[in-house]
């Protein structure tokens, strides 16, 4: 089904359990995203779980995309998606990403405070820092 699926449009993605697709589209050119969806519909697309994210770097942008619809269902249009643990945003920064990095890394880190508040050995809490808290912000 997989490769049935990857073989129709060549700017479809497969992770795992998700698929994604991509669209490149040219200035004075159609979408052809809605045709693209609902290919990808007869492999069992749960409308609820797609979101759909536009970037756009034309400062003045002369056109108008109509959402995507997979069957009655129109996709939810966002400004940021995490995929494969990394937060997208629509304007291709990575403040949302490093924002949720660090607030995952402060909740490891009060772990840190609570085992020295309770008078862990400094070298035990140092390999709890190099096993949770290091990995996150690496």
């Not at 400004?79 to 990575?94: P, R, T």
Request: hydrophobic residues 40%; positive net charge; contains cysteine.
């Amino acid at each position: 089904m997989t490769n049935k699926l990857l073989s129709h449009w060549h700017l479809r993605i497969k992770f795992a359990d998700d698929t994604s697709a991509i669209e490149i589209i040219p200035r004075s050119s159609i979408s052809l995203l809605n045709s693209v969806v609902s290919d990808i519909h007869i492999f069992s697309i749960d409308p609820a779980k797609c979101k759909e994210m536009l970037i756009d770097f034309m400062h003045r942008p002369n056109f108008t995309l109509s959402p995507i619809v997979v069957g009655n269902n129109i996709i939810k249009r966002v400004s940021s998606y995490k995929i494969l643990g990394v937060f997208i945003a629509s304007d291709l920064k990575w403040n949302n990403h490093i924002d949720y990095r660090c607030k995952k890394a402060c909740k490891k880190l009060h772990s840190l405070m609570v085992l020295r508040r309770d008078g862990v050995e400094q070298g035990n809490s140092l390999k709890v820092y190099l096993n949770t808290v290091s990995p996150v912000l690496e």
